[in-house]
């Protein structure tokens, strides 16, 4: 099974700029691999933010965006907001349709 | 607007199996992918498989090929994981997620989970 590396930990500033990134075991991410970004705060379920490696679900936050860069995939939050302080996970599918979460990025917003 | 409900919380002793069902209400159920996420306390995400229930074929990830089998019956809406050779690193919440269809992503609905211990 491919593994999904991210950044394990990222510190930003309120209304900062900050980049999550998410590597495949396999080589260059892109847009076949229809990457998912989810965000979770401590106890609760996760909430999906994009789809379809840019797409956005109805909810996301207009500083979310995701994109492909470096051959990775990656979410951007720009304007960070105090209540964007959360864990970030990333999806990516593989061949099969079988999907390999990241490990996850804690993102401190200090 | 679609919901998800998940069955009850479960405590399984190693070696035995598990059965989760998820009800979809509130929409069309057949067309859309529901995918399997489970968390461990303390842990990651991990996806666990999908199925179209119109289709009926499920995918597995690889770390769980054997193990576990999804199934959807179309005429409840009813989509069910199954997850057999139980061991104490299975103890965690499962969540069921599916479309919101054509416009949105895979991961628009969610069930509230369910907790599933294992434990002698």
């Known amino acids: 099974q491919a593994v999904v590396t991210q950044e394990p930990s990222l510190t930003v500033s309120p209304g900062g700029t900050v980049t999550l990134t998410c590597a495949s075991s396999?080589?260059?991410?892109?847009?076949?691999?229809?990457p998912n970004w989810f965000q979770q705060k401590p106890g609760q379920a996760p909430r999906a933010l994009i789809y379809s490696t840019s797409d956005k679900y109805s909810w996301t936050p207009a500083r979310f965006s995701g994109s492909l860069l470096g051959g990775k995939a990656a979410l951007t939050l720009s304007g960070v907001q105090p209540e964007d302080e959360a864990e970030y996970y990333c999806l990516l599918y593989y061949s099969g349709a079988r999907g390999v979460f990241g490990g996850g990025t804690k993102l401190t917003v200090l | 607007q679609v919901q998800l409900l998940q069955s009850g919380a479960e405590v399984k002793r190693p070696g035995s199996s598990v059965k989760v069902s998820c009800k979809a209400s509130g929409g069309t159920f057949s067309n859309y992918v529901i995918s399997w996420v489970r968390q461990a306390p303390g842990q990651g995400l991990e996806w666990m498989g999908g199925i179209i229930p119109f289709i009926g074929t499920a995918n597995y990830a690889q770390k769980f090929q054997g193990r576990v089998t999804i199934t959807a019956d179309e005429s409840t809406s009813t989509a069910y994981l199954e997850l057999s050779s139980l061991r104490s690193d299975d103890t965690a919440v499962y969540y069921c997620a599916t479309e919101g269809g054509t416009s949105s992503g895979p991961f628009h609905y969610w069930g509230q989970g369910t907790l599933v211990t294992v434990s002698s």
């Open positions: 396999t080589g260059e991410v892109t847009s076949d691999y229809y």
